[in-house]
């Protein structure tokens, strides 16, 4: 069983709609990062959240850490053809050990 | 700037037989992870190290061995292939991390993708 767990697993939308995708634990973690990978590439850090109940924007990514730090949430407005990509969530526990989530594989339609 | 870079890119191993996967970064960095890639689960922790010459285990070590010799490279083994072991390979490299909650970001290679027969 995987400790963090994403939901949608698969998201194919249309280009200017809207979208979350949750990442959800039952245990804490001390800081949680979210990644996008493109196909062949390794991820690619798009934030880090540290406090409970923090919020990030990134453009029009919106990041939600949550209250007890033990869920996450990614929020994309006019969601476009570049966004497509897979996007994991990592949860950091004690010793730098990461912990990821089990993806969520977005397509956005032109 | 290399970042991180794995070799090789891609292997065909039959079972039984060894090979070691290379990651090296030129960032400085002291921390070195070696992850596994499987369809619907993620990337798991297989290895990782804190400094050179210390290693540790994470998830899913077995099957697996790691040394550091140097701080720029960190090498992950297969003794004796298994299909089980059929993944991608990911190594990623970090700045030391601080106290609980000062998480640094993860730099990836591209990747090493194994297929055991």
């Known amino acids: 069983t995987q400790l963090l767990e994403q939901s949608p697993q698969f998201l194919s939308i249309q280009e200017g709609e809207n979208l979350t995708v949750y990442c959800n634990s039952s245990?804490?973690?001390?800081?949680l990062q979210w990644y996008r990978q493109e196909p062949g590439e390794g991820p690619v850090l798009l934030v880090t959240?540290?406090?409970?109940?923090e919020v990030k924007k990134l453009k029009r990514l919106t990041f939600q850490f949550g209250d007890a730090r033990k869920d996450s949430s990614l929020h994309i407005t006019a969601a476009q053809t570049g966004d497509t990509g897979l996007y994991l969530c990592a949860g950091e526990r004690t010793g730098n050990q990461f912990y990821f989530g089990t993806g969520t594989s977005l397509t956005v339609i032109p | 700037n290399a970042g991180v870079t794995q070799t090789p890119k891609f292997r065909v191993l039959k079972t039984g037989q060894s090979m070691t996967l290379l990651c090296a970064q030129d960032?400085?960095?002291?921390?070195m992870y070696w992850y596994r890639q499987d369809p619907g689960m993620g990337l798991r922790l297989i290895h990782y190290?804190?400094?050179?010459?210390?290693?540790a285990k994470g998830e899913v070590p077995d099957g697996y061995n790691v040394s550091r010799l140097k701080k720029q490279n960190f090498l992950l083994g297969l003794e004796s292939a298994a299909p089980s072991q059929t993944s991608v390979y990911f190594c990623?490299?970090?700045?030391?991390?601080?106290?609980?909650?000062?998480?640094?970001?993860?730099?990836f290679g591209d990747g090493t993708r194994l297929s055991i027969l």
């Open positions: 245990s804490v973690f001390s800081s």
């Open positions: 960032m400085n960095h002291e921390y």
């Open positions: 190290s804190v400094g050179e010459g210390t290693t």
């Open positions: 990623a490299s970090s700045y030391q991390g601080g106290s609980a909650g000062t998480s640094q970001p993860q730099h």
């Open positions: 959240v540290v406090t409970g109940g």
